[in-house]
C-alpha cells in the first residue's frame, strides 16, 4: 500500500504562482512512476505532469513550459511547481502513484483556484 498526501493548494491571482506537493509513504520502493492529474468542475480528470522513477519527465501541452515536476528522494516527495497561473488552471489536483503490480494510488486532492 502507499499511501499519497497533497499540500499546498490556495487562491492565486493570475499570473501568480504556487508549489504542490506529495508526499509518499507505505511500499515506496513499488512506485514506478508519480504524478500530477486535475479535474475542473464538469470536466474529466487529466494528467498534468509525471515523472518516473528514472527522473524522465512529461507534460501536458497545455503547462509546457509554465509547471515544473520535481522530486525529492530523500523526503519520499514529489512536487509541482506552478508559474504563469491561469484561471483554466483553476481544478482539484491529485497526486497519483503508479506501482508494482498494476497498482495505482490517489491522494485525496488539493484545491487550486486562480482568480482575480
Known amino acids: 500500500q502507499v499511501q499519497l498526501v497533497e499540500s499546498g493548494g490556495g487562491l492565486v491571482q493570475p499570473g501568480g504562482s504556487l508549489r504542490l506537493s506529495c508526499a509518499a509513504s507505505?511500499?515506496?520502493?513499488?512506485?514506478?512512476?508519480m504524478g500530477w492529474y486535475r479535474q475542473a468542475p464538469g470536466k474529466q480528470r487529466e494528467l498534468v505532469a509525471a515523472?518516473?522513477?528514472?527522473?524522465?519527465?512529461n507534460y501536458a501541452d497545455s503547462v509546457k513550459g509554465r509547471f515544473t515536476i520535481s522530486r525529492d528522494n530523500a523526503k519520499n516527495t514529489v512536487y509541482l511547481q506552478m508559474n504563469s497561473l491561469k484561471p483554466e488552471d483553476t481544478a482539484v489536483y491529485y497526486c497519483?502513484?503508479?506501482?508494482?503490480?498494476?497498482?495505482?494510488?490517489w491522494g485525496k486532492g488539493t484545491l487550486v483556484t486562480v482568480s482575480s
Open positions: 515523472i518516473t522513477s528514472g527522473g524522465s519527465t
Open positions: 497519483n502513484a503508479d506501482a508494482y503490480p498494476g497498482r495505482d494510488y
Open positions: 507505505g511500499s515506496i520502493f513499488s512506485i514506478k512512476a
